[in-house]
């Protein structure tokens, strides 16, 4: 009996009430044709109702995949889980998933990615649920706000439980009726393979959390294949946990890529062909960034700023002495930017998601270059929640999991929003002071806990186009401050905190604001010609 059902044939699978999981990184690996194929079926007839969705990463975005926006209307969905959500610019409409969040017509949770890849485990084996020190003190916290986005989210699904004598969150494992994952071939059997995919993400996982409770796995691909045509080690899931097959020819690699063999690993590009960042203030931001690196480290990467960091490094001739580790998978190479972050070309391996999250967890990683939108006297960060303009923000994704544990991290970002800055006279100049202090009393929204960082000794450093700041037991601390800003008029007058200042307050180096490679050196060290200050 063929397994092979069209889109809509799939979408009359999904009854009312049923918990539906599915595998995607914004556009990367979303099986939209699925998606759009149930909210199709809703607007006809009026089913199914009241699903509740599983997202470990963002299904779709704001640039052409809709992913959960297919889903997003008052009566389909009743509450939704995400480790993030469709964002974009704030000049943009907003998502319909977002405008259901304000208006509390869907349960939303903000989970942390690699926390919903673990209960998908979890519930898989069909054990209870996840016991993790994963965001505790943050917002997933109970104490916080629980990974709740509105009110409409009343029913917690998290606690604190002590266990063997220590403080843990407990997540109860959900168990999904439904996965709907993608991939790029099946054969007959459903027998799974990702040949033209830039990451795995969490398939495998997801499909054996539905399959092993009696649920369904329908698998969205570009194209079928003869039985016994596929190598068995190139199979990331087994055509035992797939059910129904869905071919959808014109499945996007990403957003805005129809194919391109580098994203999946397929050709190597030469270094030639990755662009330089254009010379501007985030691009010494990157800079300084970078120097924060040494040879032999294996680095996490979040989006913003610290995105060019690898490109800073390829500029410098220093490609290779760090090995790059993303979210989605991808393990070396140089991580792409825009619409195909999450992927990575000329990489070493391709990791599945959930087991990178394992990684991550842990701190068994060096060091994780990320961004901020506030941070606060504890040296807290926020980078979840932005009331103004929620779908500015992806929410947390990967976040939590990867700051966890870290044993350094470097946060890099503007000191004020909204300031008109400019490079002049080998440094910074500030044409026009922001309206939005980011340096507050209290972060809007707990991303990364300043209080466990020190308690646990974890390294933080705060990059920022004016100065640089360190996370001490006493609270931020200025130690280097950007040629052409006043420390008292630029800085400290532009916090809502007191900040300590460095007895040995250091000058970044000049180097950073020239137009030409600066000389960066990782051996030993991350150096500027064999200085620094």
């Given at each position: 009996?063929?397994?092979i ?12 009430g ?8 914004s556009?990367?690996?979303?099986p939209?044709?699925?998606?759009a ?11 199914p ?10 299904a ?27 964002s ?15 208006d509390n ?25 996840v ?8 917002f997933a ?8 986005m ?9 606690s604190?439980?002590q ?11 959900i ?10 071939s099946?054969?007959?059997?459903g027998?799974?393979t ?7 993400l ?13 649920g ?10 003869e039985?016994g ?5 190139d ?6 946990l797939?059910?129904?097959?869905v071919v959808?020819p ?16 397929e050709?190597?590009r ?6 330089n960042a254009e010379?501007n ?9 970078a ?7 294996a680095?996490?990467?979040g989006?913003?700023?610290s995105?060019n960091v ?5 500029e ?9 580790v993303i979210e ?13 972050f ?5 990489a ?5 998601s ?57 946060f890099s ?16 100049r ?7 202090k980011?340096v ?8 990364f806990?300043?209080?466990?960082a020190?308690?646990q000794g974890?390294?933080?450093t705060?990059?920022?186009e004016r100065?640089?700041?360190?996370l ?8 280097e ?10 800085v400290?007058?532009q ?6 200042v460095?007895k ?12 030409q490679?600066?000389?960066l ?13």
């Amino acid at each position: 009996m063929s397994k092979i059902v069209s889109a809509a044939q799939a979408a009359g699978l999904i009854k009312d009430g049923m918990v539906v999981s599915v595998s995607s990184s914004s556009g990367l690996g979303c099986p939209d044709a699925v998606l759009a194929a149930i909210g199709e079926r809703f607007d006809a007839e009026g089913h199914p109702k009241n699903i509740t969705t599983l997202h470990p990463i963002a299904a779709g975005d704001m640039y052409g995949i809709r992913g959960i926006d297919h889903l997003a209307k008052p009566g389909l969905l009743k509450r939704t889980l995400c480790g993030s959500y469709p964002s974009g610019p704030s000049s943009s409409e907003p998502p319909q998933i977002w405008k259901m969040i304000g208006d509390n017509s869907v349960a939303a949770y903000n989970v942390p990615s690699g926390i919903l890849f673990d209960m998908h485990r979890e519930a898989a084996a069909k054990r209870p649920g996840v016991l993790t020190k994963v965001g505790l003190d943050t917002f997933a916290d109970p104490r916080h706000q629980g990974c709740a986005m509105n009110a409409a989210a009343s029913e917690p699904i998290v606690s604190v439980q002590q266990f063997d004598g220590e403080e843990w969150l407990y997540f109860r494992s959900i168990v999904p009726q439904v996965s709907i994952i993608r991939a790029t071939s099946a054969d007959e059997r459903g027998n799974l393979t990702y040949e033209h995919e830039g990451a795995y993400l969490g398939g495998l996982e997801q499909a054996l959390a539905a399959r092993n409770n009696g649920g369904v796995v329908i698998a969205q691909v570009k194209r079928v294949v003869e039985n016994g045509t596929l190598k068995p080690h190139d199979v990331r899931v087994p055509g035992v946990l797939v059910d129904h097959i869905v071919v959808a020819p014109d499945q996007l690699q990403t957003t805005l890529t129809s194919y391109d063999p580098a994203i999946s690993g397929e050709i190597f590009r030469p270094l030639s062909s990755f662009r330089n960042a254009e010379m501007n203030v985030q691009k010494v931001i990157a800079r300084r960034v970078a120097m924060e690196l040494r040879d032999g480290m294996a680095v996490n990467i979040g989006f913003g700023i610290s995105a060019n960091v690898p490109r800073i490094l390829l500029e410098e001739g220093q490609h290779g002495k760090v090995t790059w580790v993303i979210e989605q998978g991808a393990v070396g190479g140089v991580p792409l930017l825009d619409f195909k972050f999450g992927c990575s070309s000329n990489a070493d391996a391709f990791m599945p998601s959930p087991h990178q999250f394992i990684y991550f967890q842990a701190g068994g990683f060096d060091a994780s270059l990320l961004s901020f939108l506030q941070i606060d006297r504890h040296g807290s960060v926020n980078v979840s929640k932005l009331s103004a303009r929620p779908h500015v923000t992806a929410g947390a994704g990967g976040f939590v999991d990867i700051t966890a544990r870290a044993k350094k991290i470097v946060f890099s970002g503007f000191f004020n929003a909204g300031a008109k800055l400019s490079l002049a006279d080998g440094g910074i100049r500030i044409d026009q002071e922001g309206k939005v202090k980011k340096v507050v009393a209290e972060v809007e929204h707990i991303s990364f806990s300043g209080k466990r960082a020190v308690a646990q000794g974890q390294d933080i450093t705060y990059v920022t186009e004016r100065c640089v700041m360190k996370l001490t037991p006493e609270g931020l601390v200025v130690t280097e401050l950007a040629p052409g800003i006043d420390l008292q008029r630029d800085v400290l007058a532009q916090s809502e905190i007191p900040l300590g200042v460095a007895k040995d307050l250091k000058t970044t180096p000049g180097a950073l604001y020239l137009d030409q490679p600066i000389g960066l050196s990782l051996n030993g060290g991350a150096s500027l010609g064999g200085a620094h200050g």
